[in-house]
């Protein structure tokens, strides 16, 4: 992933998790960042493996697809477990 294509989707990753306003003409890569979001919302850990499969994306790509997203989304991470979704408490 090249790094203005890094940035870009970090930009829209944070507006979106403030939003989760769907952009008219998403790209391949926001499409991506939306379903990974929806897989992460049942709680449990997901590996980049299975990750990957899913959306059609090496294991790799994944990985630095999930490293763009981790802030914004609030994905917290587990080098033996996977990917999943940080339980914020906002009270």
Do not use: C
């Not at 203005?4 to 499409?31: C, G, H, M």
């Not at 994905?75 to 009270?91: C, E, H, P, R, T």
Request: a positive charge; charged letters at 20%; hydrophobic letters at 40%.
């Amino acid at each position: 992933m090249k790094a203005s294509t890094r940035n870009n989707l970090n930009a829209w990753a944070i507006e979106w998790a403030k939003t989760r306003v769907d952009p008219e003409f998403p790209t391949r890569y926001q499409q991506k960042s939306i379903v990974i979001y929806s897989l992460l919302l049942d709680g449990a850990w997901h590996n980049a493996i299975d990750i990957g499969s899913l959306i059609g994306l090496s294991d790799r790509t994944t990985r630095n697809l999930m490293g763009v997203l981790k802030k914004p989304f609030g994905i917290a991470s587990n080098s033996s477990k996977g990917y999943m979704l940080q339980i914020v408490d906002k009270s």
